[in-house]
């Protein structure tokens, strides 16, 4: 079972069904946090294929999807990019400023977005979401911090985990469970 931090489950679904942004963190929720270097170098991440269509459903469920990452390295751009996410910061030192940007661009407020963080420097993004979710496996201060923990770790099930959550909590899931999926491309 998920754990649940501060909001009961009737809170959380509410809170869920009018989100408007949802920002992840990359290495730690997208990656299992490894970092792997081919012969030359090059980083190369491992991203879960299923975290992938879970984006895809949010961004047709008409919630906007960003990329926060302290990271670099040429791979998160190209999964972004796959993804069709226009808002993918890498190499941010200052989260919370560059979340504020962000939010200011897209003209979101604090009640609108949630976080999905699982290290230290995600915890200083805290006052400015309404939800602080992170991966099983994610540090323990992030676990405390959090809204929700969920069952799955980062990079194998965790964003889709979410955006299962999301999409129930909007009346989305079951039709998608009974009939399925496909990309319309639009």
């Known amino acids: 079972m998920s754990l649940l931090r501060g ?3 009737w809170r959380l679904r509410r809170t869920f069904q009018h989100l408007e942004l949802l920002v992840l963190d990359v290495d730690g929720v997208l990656t299992d946090g490894g970092l792997w270097f081919d012969a030359e170098g090059q980083l190369i991440k491992r991203f879960d294929v ?11 469920a008409g919630i906007q999807i960003a990329f926060l990452s302290g990271g670099r390295g040429g791979a ?17 030192k200052d989260k919370p400023a560059a979340l504020t940007a962000l939010q200011a661009e897209l003209g979101v407020s604090t009640e609108g977005t ?11 993004v805290r006052p400015l979401v ?20 969920m069952q799955h770790k980062g990079g194998q099930g965790a964003v889709r985990e979410l955006a299962e959550r999301i999409l129930q909590a909007r009346g989305r899931w079951s039709s998608l469970r009974s009939r399925g999926w496909r990309d319309r491309n639009d």
């Open 50 to 60: 299923r975290d992938g269509l879970g984006i895809r459903l949010l961004q047709q």
């Open 7 to 9: 909001l009961a489950w």
């Open 76 to 92: 998160t751009e190209v999964r972004a990019r796959q993804l069709g996410i226009s808002h993918c910061l890498v190499g941010i």
């Open 130 to 149: 309404r939800l602080l979710l992170a991966p099983a496996d994610a540090c323990v201060p992030v676990r405390r911090a959090a809204d929700l923990v």
């Open 114 to 124: 949630a976080f999905v963080g699982d290290d230290l420097n995600d915890l200083a």
